[in-house]
């Protein structure tokens, strides 16, 4: 096997961790996702992981909590999750470092772009916690920002649904799939594949956008080997 992508940077939902739980984290699923990981970080793919926290907490959903504290809320549930899979990596024998953006220096290195860079060029998996470490920012946009900070080639964004429709494909039996979109279709055609800022940021800094399924976490080494699965993002 041969990798297309030396530096990915890897999406993974909060809802993925959790499974047919749908809240908290299932552990089978999360090994079979981490499992994937390792293949590819055997591969020689340097590997950086951003990871939401839905399945513990929705700050859009907290009612009349104040936006700025749910959304610190929503960041240490990130955190959570990003611990989680760590210690799965570390069972698998995979050397492994989270970084925060916000400081928790007890649990994890603060986020210091240079140390992450350095982290991946040593091999190791980074996880990146708390998203931005700002309010009214999602975990997509923390994505973007991230891969554009660490020079990553794509992002891989792991979703349950097996690439981007023109319409819910949940909702619409008629719906469309995409091979490929370009940016400027997913911002005036206001698809759900991110966020605007973070299809914005992606679209600037010409970072394109893998969309897979994470149903079979072995899309995760076909992603990184460039097989056509889900549907690819970018400016064209």
């Given at each position: 096997m041969s990798m297309k992508y030396k530096r990915v940077l890897l999406k993974l939902s909060g809802e993925a961790l959790a499974g047919e739980k749908k809240f908290g984290l299932d552990y089978n699923i999360m090994m079979d996702i981490c499992k994937s990981i390792k293949k590819a970080v055997e591969m020689k793919v340097e590997i950086a992981i951003v990871v939401g926290g839905g399945n513990f907490w929705r700050g859009r959903s907290s009612g009349a909590m104040d936006r700025t504290r749910a959304?610190?809320?929503?960041?240490?549930?990130?955190?959570?999750?990003?611990?989680?899979?760590?210690?799965?990596?570390?069972?698998?024998?995979?050397?492994?470092?989270?970084?925060?953006?916000?400081?928790?220096?007890?649990?994890?290195?603060?986020?210091?772009?240079?140390?992450?860079?350095?982290?991946?060029?040593k091999g190791r998996v980074v996880i990146f916690g708390c998203g931005t470490g700002n309010p009214f920012f999602s975990t997509d946009t923390a994505s973007s920002l991230r891969a554009a900070e660490i020079e990553a080639e794509i992002i891989l964004k792991a979703t349950m649904v097996d690439g981007v429709y023109d319409k819910d494909p949940n909702k619409y039996s008629d719906a469309i799939k995409y091979d490929r979109v370009s940016f400027s279709t997913i911002l005036n055609k206001r698809l759900e594949v991110m966020d605007s800022t973070a299809a914005s940021m992606c679209k600037d800094n010409n970072i394109p956008i893998l969309v897979f399924d994470l149903t079979d976490s072995n899309n995760i080494v076909l992603a990184v080997m460039g097989e056509k699965i889900g549907t690819i993002v970018e400016e064209f």
């Open positions: 959304d610190h809320i929503g960041m240490l549930g990130t955190t959570m999750n990003a611990l989680a899979v760590a210690d799965v990596l570390e069972e698998l024998g995979v050397n492994v470092r989270v970084q925060t953006a916000l400081s928790i220096q007890a649990v994890a290195e603060p986020y210091i772009r240079n140390r992450a860079v350095r982290h991946l060029e």
